[in-house]
């Protein structure tokens, strides 16, 4: 099992950045591949990033490609969310969550996430 915990969400102006933090515990934190999604209001969650156990490997939605960089550090057991040139439309909370699928291109399963960090993009 893994428990996990985010951190680093707040309140930003549009066109700036923040970097979110995603802290694991448990055991064998190399075996699940790591990600971010969103929920907010009124919407369905999102899938953000996606990023192999070996770090060799991500994925992205068109809506973030190119502003979102995930990471993860398999030494510290933690993954990471870098976000630059945010926009209001990426205010949401944000959850990490970690499954054990194999292919990159299986859509999050959410099999552990954590309790979330608000991002607040202001206008």
């Known amino acids: 099992q893994v428990q996990l915990v985010e951190s680093g969400g707040g309140l930003v102006q549009a066109g700036g950045s923040l970097r979110l933090s995603c802290a694991a515990s448990?055991?064998?934190?190399?075996?699940?591949?790591m990600g971010w999604f969103r929920r907010s209001l009124g919407k369905e969650r999102e899938f953000v990033a996606v990023i192999s156990r070996s770090v060799a490997a991500t994925r992205y939605p068109d809506s973030v490609k190119g502003r979102f960089t995930i990471s993860r550090d398999n030494t510290k057991n933690s993954v990471y969310l870098q976000m630059n040139s945010l926009k209001p439309e990426d205010t949401a909370v944000y959850y990490c969550?970690?499954?054990?699928?194999?292919?990159?291109?299986?859509?999050?399963?959410?099999?552990?996430w954590g309790q979330g960090t608000q991002v607040t993009v202001s206008s």
């Open positions: 969550t970690a499954d054990r699928a194999m292919a990159m291109s299986t859509p999050l399963l959410y099999d552990y």
């Open positions: 448990g055991r064998s934190f190399i075996n699940y591949r």
